[in-house]
C-alpha cells in the first residue's frame, strides 16, 4: 500500500525515467511523481515546496540544500545544418573563431537559441542534453572539444531531509532496498 507521495522534480535535459523504474522495480513504499521544472525554477521550486527533491544544473545556491552530484554533461555547439561547422566530428574554440555566437538571455531560452541558429545565423553553446532535447532537422549539435561540462545533482532541503528523501538518494545511487549504505 502506498502512504505517501515523493515529488521529484528534474530541469530539462534530465531523463528520470531509469530512476523511476528502478523505484517501481523495488516496490517501494510511496508512489514517485515526476515533475519538469524550467531552469528558471529550480531553486524556487524546492524552496516554495514545489518538489520534495529535484535534479538539478549546477552552479546552484546550495546553503540550505542538501546537494549529491551526480553526473558530467558535455558541453555542445549547436549550428544550423548548412554551416560549414557541422561537416566536423567535434567543434574547439579556434573553429569558432570568426562565427557569431547566440548567446543566452535568460536560463530557459536554449529552444530559442537552436531555432535562431538553425536560420544559418551563428552558433550557440549549451550542455549535450539539452541540444539533444532540442534537436531539429535544420540544425546539428556537435560536442565541444574545450568547453567546461556542467553537472547534474540531486537537491532537497536540509530542513526537510527524511527516510523517504534518503531512500531516494539510494536508488538513484543504484541502492537496492536490501543493500546497506
Not at 530512476?19 to 525554477?41: D, G, I
Not at 536554449?110 to 532540442?134: E, F, K
Request: aromatic share 4%; charged share 30%.
Amino acid at each position: 500500500m502506498h502512504t505517501s507521495t515523493l515529488r521529484v522534480g528534474f530541469v530539462p535535459g534530465v531523463e528520470p525515467d531509469r530512476f523511476l523504474q528502478r523505484w517501481k522495480a523495488a516496490r517501494r513504499s510511496a508512489y514517485l511523481e515526476l515533475v519538469p521544472v524550467p531552469l528558471s525554477a529550480q531553486q524556487t521550486a524546492l524552496a516554495e515546496g514545489e518538489v520534495d527533491m529535484c535534479f538539478v544544473r549546477l552552479p546552484l545556491e546550495a546553503e540550505d540544500l542538501h546537494l549529491v552530484p551526480l553526473w558530467e554533461e558535455r558541453a555542445a555547439v549547436v549550428v544550423g545544418h548548412e554551416n560549414v561547422l557541422s561537416l566536423l566530428e567535434e567543434i574547439s574554440a579556434d573553429d569558432l573563431e570568426g562565427e557569431t555566437e547566440i548567446q543566452a538571455e535568460h536560463p530557459d531560452d536554449a529552444r530559442d537559441r537552436v531555432a535562431i541558429v538553425a536560420t544559418g545565423v551563428g552558433y550557440t553553446r549549451m550542455p549535450l542534453s539539452l541540444a539533444r532535447l532540442h534537436h531539429r532537422k535544420d540544425a546539428v549539435h556537435r560536442p565541444s572539444t574545450d568547453a567546461a561540462p556542467t553537472r547534474i545533482a540531486l537537491a532537497w532541503p536540509r530542513a526537510d531531509d527524511d527516510e523517504l528523501r534518503q531512500e531516494f538518494v539510494g536508488a538513484v545511487r543504484g541502492r537496492t532496498p536490501r543493500s546497506s549504505r
